[in-house]
């Protein structure tokens, strides 16, 4: 069963994603300007949107597949720029889109290693040390 944690990730990376696609393939003028170079907006927007991903997704396999496919939609995403109106394709902002992608997801891997020790040595505190004793009870054979 999934936790609210990993829900509320899934959620925002669902988010970011649809975000992303929506500032990528609108007309030029109509895009959201955060005020930084083109380059850091793209490396910003995969690093939180890999790391969301990297969290709400927290198996090995799924990480690499969230990493794999953010990577593809970053490609596929300027490759689609080629057809609205004021926009151009550089492979240099999917090349930069992915590295943040993948940064994004391994830094969601190592957080998550380093909580995992925290969490196992935080769980005995919260349960008793002492557990009660079960009291076994012996069938007397009367003879």
Avoid at 23 to 39: D, K, Q
Avoid at 105 to 130: E, N
Wanted: charged share 15%; hydrophobic share 60%.
């Amino acid at each position: 069963m999934m936790g609210v944690r990993t829900a509320m990730f899934r959620a925002v990376a669902l988010a970011a994603v649809a975000f992303i696609v929506i500032a990528s393939l609108v007309p030029a003028p109509s895009r959201p300007h955060v005020g930084v170079p083109g380059e850091l907006e793209h490396f910003a927007a995969y690093l939180l949107t890999g790391y969301a991903c990297g969290m709400g997704w927290p198996s090995r396999a799924d990480r690499l597949r969230s990493a794999l496919a953010l990577i593809a939609l970053a490609g596929l995403l300027e490759f689609l720029q080629l057809w609205v109106p004021g926009r151009h394709c550089e492979v240099i902002a999917a090349l930069i889109s992915g590295a943040g992608a993948a940064i994004g997801v391994m830094c969601a891997a190592l957080i998550a290693a380093v909580q995992q020790p925290i969490r196992a040595l935080a769980l005995p505190l919260s349960r008793p040390r002492w557990p009660a004793r079960r009291v076994k009870v012996r069938a007397q054979i009367l003879m």
